[in-house]
């Protein structure tokens, strides 16, 4: 069983330096989600495909934040020009909407993301 | 929007003794509720979930979690813990296209 797998696991930055992080969810999901998750707290969502649509963004989202899906299987979320606030674990999760519990998230490893 | 609120963030005990983490939430729409559990070193797993019918819900490794309507609650319980259950355990709610999830409970159980 193939889980959702997201690379690179870990990114050291220097503050200003653009960087991109690819997840590829479990193969026949077609729902993707991205979450953020600093210490001492609980995941918090970024953005969610259906396919290859975007069909919700987070607040959380700046303009410096976008990512893609492009055929609808794996995705990419880029930061541009990072700050230190940035740091974190970004969690990449999937789900089927053809699954007898379409809304059971099945998580990744995350990539922790600090910036200096 | 939906949201969680988990209590007591650090619980330290001993082997054998009981647990039980609360989950309050708040959402309008129908509910599916989760718990997940991240291990040391280890990604996010489901430990159990709601969706609907019998509100005592049984998960893996003897966890089990009660969902009680008229509380907005979703508790987790396991009457005997071992040293493996060590972890950080989160609380989720699942709407509009999102999980939202508490703090979560750093559960430290001393052998």
């Known amino acids: 069983d193939t889980g959702v797998s997201q690379d690179p696991r870990h990114k050291i930055t220097k503050r200003g330096q653009n960087v991109t992080f690819r997840c590829d969810p479990i193969?026949?999901?077609?729902?993707l989600y991205w979450y953020r998750q600093t210490l001492g707290q609980g995941p918090e969502f970024l953005t969610y495909?259906?396919?290859?649509?975007?069909?919700?963004k987070s607040r959380l989202l700046s303009d410096r934040f976008s990512a893609e899906r492009p055929k609808g299987s794996f995705s990419t979320l880029e930061i541009q020009r990072t700050e230190q606030g940035d740091s974190a674990m970004y969690l990449c999760?999937?789900?089927?909407?053809?699954?007898?519990?379409?809304?059971?998230?099945?998580f990744g490893p995350g990539t922790r993301l600090t910036v200096t | 929007a939906q949201s969680v609120s988990q209590h007591n963030h650090h619980v330290i005990l001993s082997e054998a003794a009981s647990l039980e983490l609360g989950c309050n939430y708040s959402?309008?729409?129908?509910?599916?509720l989760f718990w997940y559990v991240q291990y040391p070193g280890q990604h996010l797993q489901l430990l159990l979930k709601?969706?609907?019918?019998?509100?005592l819900v049984k998960g893996i490794k003897g966890f089990e979690a009660e969902f009680i309507k008229s509380k907005f609650s979703f508790n987790l319980r396991k009457p005997s813990v071992q040293w493996s259950d060590t972890a950080e355990y989160f609380c989720?709610?699942?709407?509009?296209?999102?999980?939202?999830f508490g703090k979560g409970n750093q559960v430290v159980v001393i052998p």
């Open positions: 709601y969706f609907s019918g019998d509100p």
């Open positions: 959402y309008g729409g129908t509910v599916n």
């Open positions: 989720a709610v699942y709407g509009n296209n999102r999980l939202a």
């Open positions: 193969s026949e999901h077609n729902r």
């Open positions: 999760a999937s789900s089927s909407e053809e699954n007898k519990f379409p809304y059971e998230q099945y």
């Open positions: 495909f259906q396919n290859e649509a975007q069909l919700e």
